[in-house]
């Protein structure tokens, strides 16, 4: 994975966003409109949302490359480089739909795109294994991170992730051998602990995401 290059395209974002202020113009305009069901502890939900987007952002590299180093020791790396090396691009090619969004504001919906893969390969390893192939929880994140971006662009993004990943992994990418083994390790003790290292991204951000109180104000 190329993160180098993931790393210098943040930096330069902030760079960016240092100049123009566009996130936080983004923020204050979300802020009079965000979702019941996101939840932000204290009172400076600006600053809580601009690190929640700034981590969100950063932990895309550190994630790919988690992804590809379990890829790499479990035998599967032929399967899963493919659809990481998609993820890696659409923060350095995004597709056509991204054109105009510039700095921290538009590295989110491209850190959406690349989260929203990985979340979409553990969905098809925990169906096929039990477990995901990456420990890490980014399923209530992205949902905040959906919420922020708005619908019904959102909505295209998760569109464009589908299509990413359909035909990448499918049933038979599954009945490899080397599948098979890294089934068998899943059940060692040591990857247990490792993987209680991981916890849930949106938790570790301070922001949560409370669904009940989502659908009571529906």
């Known amino acids: 994975m190329n993160t180098s290059a993931l790393h210098e395209l943040i930096q330069r974002a902030h760079l960016h966003d240092a100049s123009s202020g566009d996130l936080k113009h983004q923020l204050e305009a979300h802020l009079e409109r965000l979702h019941p069901s996101i939840r932000i502890p204290g009172s400076d939900a600006l600053g809580v949302l601009k690190r929640f987007i700034v981590a969100y952002i950063e932990q895309v590299p550190e994630v790919l490359e988690a992804a590809n180093q379990v890829a790499r020791e ?3 790396e032929a399967c899963i480089k493919p659809v990481l090396t998609v993820a890696e691009q659409f923060f350095l090619q995004p597709p056509s ?4 969004h510039e700095g921290l504001e538009g590295l989110l919906d491209e850190a959406y795109l690349a989260h929203r893969l990985v979340e979409e390969i553990n969905d098809r390893y ?10 890490l929880d980014t399923t ?3 949902l905040i991170a959906h919420q922020l971006i708005g619908e019904p662009f959102a909505n295209q993004l998760d569109e464009a992730v589908h299509h990413a990943v359909d035909g990448m992994l499918d049933d038979a990418s599954f009945a490899q051998d080397s599948v098979a083994a890294y089934r068998e390790r899943l059940q060692d003790p040591q990857t247990e602990a490792a993987w209680k290292r991981w916890p849930c991204l949106s938790r570790q951000l301070g922001v949560e995401l409370h669904l009940d109180e989502s659908r009571e104000a529906v």
């Open 74 to 76: 479990a035998g599967i």
């Open 97 to 100: 739909l991204m054109a105009g």
């Open 126 to 135: 925990i169906a096929h294994l039990g477990q995901p192939l990456i420990p």
């Open 140 to 142: 209530v994140a992205n």
